[in-house]
């Protein structure tokens, strides 16, 4: 969605890029921590994630991020 690498990802996330190599692949849930950092750089990236709102919970770029 964003055309980044895991590194690139962790790098801005100040994360490891393991924490993000497993989570993607669905090995293990970050801690807390790591997981509140990976969404705030994701947000600070562009990305808005969507809550339930009775067609289900995504995610979208913002408005003006190509």
């Known amino acids: 969605m964003l055309g980044i ?3 690139e990802l962790a790098q801005q996330a ?3 890029r393991q924490t993000v190599v ?3 692949r669905g090995a ?9 950092a990976i969404r ?3 947000e600070a990236a562009g990305v808005e994630f ?3 709102n009775g067609g ?3 995610v979208r770029l913002r408005k003006g991020i190509a």
């Open 5 to 7: 690498s895991q590194t």
């Open 50 to 52: 969507i809550p339930e």
């Open 28 to 36: 293990r849930t970050p801690y807390t921590n790591n997981l509140t």
């Open 56 to 58: 289900g919970v995504g």
């Open 14 to 16: 100040s994360v490891s």
């Open 22 to 24: 497993d989570f993607e």
């Open 40 to 42: 705030s750089a994701l």
